[in-house]
């Protein structure tokens, strides 16, 4: 995410005197959570309900307005918090990564199934038939989550109806051991503001989806992850002393660091996930008048240089 854009996305939402995050907190004008009760001022406080997300991927948007760029995007399977509902859109807190924003109403369901297992592959069809020759139903991207009722060597079925190929789930205990090896299989895939799937994903979008996959939360944008993940690695020579898995911090943006010299990252730039070593990048990205803010390491997962 582009140090404008990110700066955009704060100054254009309102915050309260308590200077909570709007985008992990449920409050707007003329309601908040139940939970932010003498927190924020509101005319109506409310509790919300679960919902679960029945399309295979959906935008999140800070207005409900189709028109309007979206902030990230909400995967099947994930369940969701809904505090309000009107015109077709629902206003939602997502409970995997708490962002709030609307989606359209008929992407969600109330009835709640409890996930069996995860997509693995970085996409994957549901087919009507266990047949691959059958036109698919819907695409599902890396870490959706799928109530998997019978299983054979070829496929899955799911509850509801639906087959996935067998080879492209695990269950949801089993985690990729490289959460790297997952950022590289994205390469190529074009640079996308809020996405989060193969068909189009940003900066933070790919250094969270990598990290689910290996089986370790992350916030979305960039800013939180930079205070929230890993440990600050003090090095006065960025060039020198990087290891794989460690994250390279910009204002507004985030790479991986595949080895001790190549990054891999979403940027606009090259318009999708792409390699470049880390002096190219440095020299780059400083003729934009950004500088390195901080290189945070993650020691149960950086692996061998």
Same mark, same amino acid.
């Given at each position: ?163 996935? !190929? ?7 205990? +089993?985690? &990729?051991?490289?959460?790297? @090896? #997952? *950022? ?90 792409? !390699? ?7 020299? +780059?990205? &400083?003729?934009?008048?950004? @500088? #390195? *803010? ?12």
């Amino acid at each position: 995410m582009s140090d404008a854009d990110e700066d955009a996305r704060l100054e254009t939402t309102p915050a309260p005197a308590q200077r909570l995050d709007p985008r992990r907190n449920v409050f707007r004008p003329d309601l908040a959570a139940e939970s932010l009760y003498g927190r924020v001022s509101a005319p109506r406080y409310v509790e919300g309900f679960p919902a679960q997300v029945v399309r295979g991927s959906v935008p999140l948007r800070a207005r409900p307005s189709a028109s309007c760029g979206f902030e990230t995007e909400a995967l099947f399977g994930e369940t969701v918090t809904v505090y309000d509902e009107r015109d077709g859109w629902a206003w939602i807190q997502l409970d995997r990564d708490a962002y709030v924003g609307y989606v359209p109403a008929e992407a969600l369901s109330p009835d709640i199934e409890e996930p069996t297992h995860r997509v693995r592959s970085l996409g994957t069809f549901v087919y009507p038939i266990p047949d691959i020759k059958s036109p698919p139903i819907t695409h599902l991207s890396i870490n959706s989550e799928v109530h998997v009722v019978e299983a054979d060597e070829r496929f899955v079925m799911l509850k509801g109806g639906g087959f996935i !190929v067998a080879r492209h789930v695990f269950e949801v205990g +089993r985690r &990729a051991p490289d959460f790297v @090896e #997952i *950022a590289e299989r994205f390469i190529g895939t074009p640079y996308l503001w809020g996405g989060r799937t193969r068909l189009g994903i940003d900066c933070s979008g790919l250094v969270q989806m990598s990290l689910l996959a290996a089986g370790i939360a992350a916030p979305r944008d960039t800013d939180m992850q930079q205070a929230e993940l890993g440990s600050e690695i003090e090095i006065q020579d960025v060039l020198e002393g990087m290891q794989r898995g460690d994250l390279i911090y910009w204002k507004g943006h985030v790479g991986i660091m595949a080895d001790s010299v190549t990054l891999v990252h979403a940027n606009a730039h090259h318009m999708q996930v792409a !390699v470049e070593t880390l002096p190219e990048a440095i020299e +780059r990205i &400083a003729k934009l008048g950004a @500088e #390195i *803010a901080a290189v945070k390491r993650l020691p149960a997962l950086s692996a061998k240089d």
